[in-house]
């Protein structure tokens, strides 16, 4: 079993930026790609975008490309967003979610969650 734990959100002005960080524990994830999801009151879960299991490969979708940036350690079990020129469409929960297959180059399917942090952006 995978446990996911996010965090790093809060409260910024747009046009500002946050890193979001993924700990994993109870087994390693260098094996497994990984996502960010995002989730704003209302809505249904948003693909954000996701990185290979080595960290080589990443995907966005248009409407965070060019500002998200995903990597990964995966000698610290861990990953990141990086959120820049933040908007305040962006205001959503943020999770993290681990790939059910191993050795991918995309999230493929999310087998694992985390608990999600919020983050708001204020115009």
């Known amino acids: 079993q995978v446990q996911l734990v996010e965090s790093g959100g809060g409260l910024v002005q747009a046009g500002g930026s946050l890193r979001l960080s993924c700990a994993a524990s109870g087994r390693t994830i260098s094996t497994c790609a990984m996502g960010w999801f995002r989730q704003a009151p209302g809505k249904e879960r948003e693909f954000v975008g996701s990185?290979?299991?080595?960290?080589?490969?990443?995907y966005y979708p248009d409407s965070v490309k060019g500002r998200f940036t995903i990597s990964r350690d995966n000698a610290k079990n861990t990953v990141w967003l990086q959120m820049n020129s933040l908007k305040p469409e962006d205001t959503a929960v943020y999770y993290c979610?681990?790939?059910?297959?191993?050795?991918?180059?995309?999230?493929?399917?999310?087998?694992?969650w985390g608990q999600g942090t919020q983050v708001t952006v204020s115009s």
């Open positions: 979610a681990a790939d059910r297959n191993l050795y991918r180059d995309y999230l493929t399917v999310p087998g694992y």
């Open positions: 990185i290979s299991w080595n960290g080589d490969r990443t």
